[in-house]
Nanobody
Framework: VQLQAFGGGLVQAGDSLTLSCAAS????????IGWFRQAPGKEREFVAS????????TYADSVKGRFTISRDNAKKTVYLQMNSLESKDTAVYYC?????????WGQGTQVTVSS
């Protein structure tokens, strides 16, 4: 499983941004895809996850109602639509996958929200 996250950038508070996670590999659609983030000086935290089949999604309380995770099965790409961004959302965002644990990680993409 190979994952590549992109789409980060510098935005202002209240703006929107969409991250993409391009997945590849023979078994990639067998496992869920998760988004995580790590802010400076803080531990990496879970943001959202989605499976390739069905409608089940999971969100961290801190992003519920503002972020939406979705997928395009044909493109093997998972998106993270981030609305109403706040300075506390500033972090390096990663996508990950795995069967029972998050074994596979993509490189991070920086999201900076200026207030």
């Amino acid at each position: 499983v190979q994952l590549q996250a992109f789409g980060g950038g510098l935005v202002q508070a209240g703006d929107s941004l969409t991250l993409s996670c391009a997945a590849s590999g023979r078994t990639v659609t067998m496992y869920p895809i998760g988004w995580f983030r790590q802010a400076p000086g803080k531990e990496r935290e879970f943001v959202a996850s989605i499976r390739w089949i069905g409608d089940h999604t999971t969100y961290a309380d801190s992003v519920k109602g503002r972020f939406t995770i979705s997928r395009d099965n044909a493109k093997k790409t998972v998106y993270l639509q981030m609305n109403s961004l706040e300075s506390k959302d500033t972090a390096v965002y990663y996508c990950a996958s795995g069967r029972s644990t998050w074994n596979y990680w993509g490189q991070g993409t920086q999201v900076t929200v200026s207030s």
